[in-house]
């Protein structure tokens, strides 16, 4: 098996618009910025994870529609494989209509999943030589939920992990047994809250909802808190939490997206589920120091000279 992250997740084109406040039903305002990029958890983690230096696959699926030029255009730009990138003859490519206010900075945000919700087990079955390489595969909530046991139960069948972050915040209950097939969690604050009714806000609080989630077959639970840091429960019952990097913050967008993707890189290199957490934190610290998502993931470079102007021994010191 090769070190390989594969990526099970989503594209969509994200739609942004800026006006000065949000219109109201019924109301017309008049913008000033539009923009059109790549989005989506799956492909913003798939690119946290290459550019963070892992050997990457995607697997999501597009329509056939002027939408899905923009996924193949930006993933040749990057060096992405694009082998297993499908597409649907009916079901259009994914959006997400995003409006920002410029005199609050709130948004909202409604997103259409579109192809990305329409994979068949059949396309599951055409990735099994790649799933069968794959060291770590990442999940969300994003696509179709059927599809994703199939490729869990595959790559964990040839020795590999399984990581879930469950995410955007699931609007149902998850089966515990769709939540306890994945070795490794990562709900935010939010997402925890949501999947054990503990409403996370310190160390105590984050124990208690990871606890209820290994108590659901997952081994090790991860729930990341923002400035706080990041808690782990690990499979053999140790509980730390690891503190958030200084960092001048401009845009928190895609955060955990870089964190995912960085901790699978992490992983898949054979580093040691501690040492993953930090080379996560360092990806998404650097991420939140630019404006978007996908655009502001960093390179392996970049994360190479941010560790090495860390004082480690210091810093582990704080894990605790």
Known sequence: MTRRVTVLG?????????????????????????????????????????????????????????????????????????????????????????????????????????ACSAITIEEIERTYPILDDTSVIVCQLETNLDIIPQAVKRVQGKGGLALLNPAPAPQKILEDSFIGMFDLVTPNETEATILTGINVIDRHSALQAASILQDKGVKDVLITMGNKGCFLLSEEGEALLFPALPVKVVDTTGAGDAFNGGLATALSKGKSLKESIVFATMVASLSVTKIGTAPAMPTASEVSSFFSKIDMDSYWKTVK
């Open 10 to 114: 989503s594209f969509v084109v994200d739609l942004m618009a800026r006006s000065h406040h949000i219109p109201v039903p019924g109301e017309t305002v008049k913008g000033s910025i539009f923009k059109m990029g790549p989005g989506g958890k799956g492909s913003n983690q798939a690119i946290a994870a290459h550019r963070s230096g892992g050997q990457v696959s995607l697997i999501t699926k597009v329509g056939k529609d002027i939408f899905s030029t923009v996924a193949t255009e930006f993933y040749e730009q990057e060096g992405i494989d694009q082998t297993y990138i499908f597409q649907d003859p009916i079901v259009s490519t994914g959006i997400a209509l995003i409006t920002v206010s410029e005199s609050s900075a709130e948004n909202t945000i409604t997103v259409v999943p579109g």
